[in-house]
């Protein structure tokens, strides 16, 4: 019973190429949650999104930033145009559609912008 | 806007000393509360959770958290912490129907052997 699976682990790129991370929810989980974690700070809530629709976008930033969770496949967090801000672990969540708070969450994707 | 606060960022104790993490959280209504542990290096891991009932949640590895409600309060304590308690927590909260959970800025434990 695999995890939340998240890929690359360490993605780098250069400023202004563009970033995609990729997160596969546990069987059975329909929800899945993006965060960012700052050096020295704790996780900042991104997306929220449920199969082909996103629920939350309150925390993602206005532009550069957009999220998707098809029908098949993985939910993907771009990132365009990479800024050297942007650097930071990225942490994908995902949540059975049951309202029962079990949250299992990824091992994170380092992004490291040069 | 639901928030959470963490008192302590840095504590270092020594082994079997006890442990009690601080976690303020500001939010009108019927609220989950979660404990989650990062190892270094390592993803986040759920220690414990409240939803309802009683208010003294018990989790994995001797962990337990007391939910009072009049103090918006959740704090985490260990009667004797391990040098393998080293790690860094987080707080967590889930307010109403809104799905996501909102996070302290996290308290990094260092436990001296």
């Known amino acids: 019973n695999a995890g939340v699976m998240q890929n690359p682990r360490h993605l780098v790129r250069r400023r202004g190429q563009e970033a995609r991370l990729r997160c596969s929810p546990m069987k059975g989980h329909s929800h899945v949650y993006w965060y960012r974690q700052l050096p020295e700070e704790g996780l900042k809530f991104m997306v929220y999104?449920?199969?082909?629709?996103?629920?939350?976008e309150s925390g993602m930033p206005k532009e550069r930033f957009s999220a998707e969770f098809p029908k098949e496949g993985p939910s993907i967090l771009r990132i365009q145009q990479v800024v050297r801000g942007d650097s930071a672990a990225y942490f994908c969540a995902s949540s059975p559609p049951s309202d029962g708070g079990g949250y299992t969450f990824g091992s994170g994707t380092r992004l490291t912008v040069v | 806007a639901q928030s959470v606060s963490q008192h302590n960022h840095h504590v270092i104790l020594s082994e079997a000393a006890s442990l009690e993490l601080g976690c303020n959280y500001s939010?009108?209504?019927?609220?989950?509360l979660f404990w989650y542990v990062q190892y270094p290096g390592q993803h986040l891991q759920l220690l414990l959770k409240y939803f309802s009932g009683d208010p003294l949640v018990k989790g994995i590895k001797g962990f337990e958290a007391e939910f009072i409600k009049s103090k918006f309060s959740f704090n985490l304590r260990k009667p004797s912490v391990q040098w393998s308690d080293t790690a860094e927590y987080f707080c967590a909260v889930r307010g109403g129907n809104t799905g996501k959970l909102i996070f302290g800025q996290g308290t990094t434990l260092q436990v001296k052997p």
């Open positions: 999104l449920q199969k082909e629709n996103i629920i939350d």
């Open positions: 939010y009108g209504g019927t609220v989950n």
